[in-house]
């Protein structure tokens, strides 16, 4: 059984007016197109990005023991006024493990850039506790029937929220993305493997990706990166980042929280009513997902 744990062992993640700060690489907001190299060029620190081959033999699993898990989660984006449902998941039996789904298959795990991962419902939160060898992903696609269909398909208008940490460190590799904490993200937008939105925060970063055809393992295009915003406060272990998104397919767009603080509101192409759904993801690293609730307008 999971413990929470003391004032003392958390650092608080201070989103707000601190993330209008530089960290101290000193980096700006950025727009697509102009993060740090040039337009249409690659991302060597894309969340999908490494150069590390090796195979998942033998790949670590977090340390048994209750890690470091927040006293409270902090702020959570306003609920929206508008939507017509609206359903939650609470990891507190087992019956919540079946509202989620590896939807990658084995096909594409042949390549080692996916993995199945060790997800589990256990101590009040969905547990991914398997670490990774190479850069790669492991999914956990929402399938209840919180938007009121089959499958968890959502609708072309929707919100998805989660709240996430790293609860225990996990540097498997050395060109991990965010090593030792990894990334800490959904897909509130997920059409498969290759094709998702990505909400991410990485120590010192919070990022929108679209994953448009791109696999783990290789650069991502800079353009693909819609926003980037830099962190005053590094995230530590136990730092928990409440994402919200609000997809609407209509005007292919995504608007997006950060621990109740709006940040954004993103437009790709890719963002169209064709069967979307929701998906959890981790890169090897060892994470604690609560606080998982979806909304339809």
């Known amino acids: 059984m999971y413990q929470f744990i003391s004032k003392r062992s958390l650092l608080p993640l201070m989103l707000g007016t601190a993330?209008?700060?530089?960290?101290?690489?000193?980096?700006?907001?950025?727009?697509?197109?102009?993060?740090?190299?040039?337009?249409?060029?690659?991302?060597?620190?894309?969340?999908?990005?490494?150069?590390?081959?090796?195979?998942?033999?033998?790949?670590?699993?977090?340390?048994?023991?209750?890690g470091t898990n927040p006293l409270e989660l902090g702020p959570a984006a306003p609920p929206p006024a508008a939507a017509q449902s609206q359903a939650a998941v609470t990891f507190n039996d087992e019956a919540a493990n079946g509202q989620?789904?590896?939807?990658?298959?084995?096909?594409?795990?042949?390549?080692?850039?996916?993995f199945g991962g060790q997800w589990?419902?256990?101590?009040?939160?969905?547990?991914?506790?398997?670490?990774?060898?190479?850069a790669s992903l492991s999914f956990r696609q929402y399938t209840g029937d919180g938007f009121g269909t089959q499958g968890g398909v959502a609708p072309g208008h929707y919100r998805a929220d989660v709240t996430v940490w790293v609860?225990?460190?996990?540097?498997?590799?050395?060109?991990?993305v965010g090593a030792p904490l990894g990334i800490l993200g959904y897909a509130p937008y997920y059409i498969d493997e290759m094709h998702y939105l990505l909400a991410v925060a990485k120590p010192t970063q919070l990022e929108i990706w679209a994953v448009d055809g791109q696999e783990p393992g290789t650069e991502w295009p800079i353009t693909n990166r819609l926003y980037s915003r830099p962190l005053a406060t590094p995230l530590q272990v136990g730092s928990p980042v409440a994402w919200s998104v609000e997809v609407d397919a209509a005007t292919q767009s995504a608007k997006v929280w950060a621990n109740g603080e709006e940040l954004t509101t993103v437009t790709h192409p890719m963002l169209q009513d064709r069967g979307q759904r929701v998906a959890l993801v981790s890169n090897g690293n060892f994470l604690h997902f609560q606080d998982f609730k979806v909304f339809r307008f």
């Open 120 to 134: 589990a419902v256990t101590g009040g939160y969905l547990e991914q506790s398997q670490g990774a060898r190479m």
């Open 167 to 176: 609860y225990q460190p996990s540097a498997q590799y050395a060109d991990m």
């Open 100 to 114: 989620f789904a590896d939807p990658v298959g084995d096909g594409a795990k042949a390549s080692n850039r996916f």
């Open 19 to 66: 993330l209008l700060a530089a960290c101290s690489s000193g980096a700006p907001t950025t727009t697509p197109g102009k993060t740090g190299g040039k337009a249409g060029g690659t991302a060597a620190g894309a969340p999908g990005s490494a150069t590390d081959k090796g195979a998942h033999a033998n790949a670590p699993t977090a340390p048994e023991g209750p």
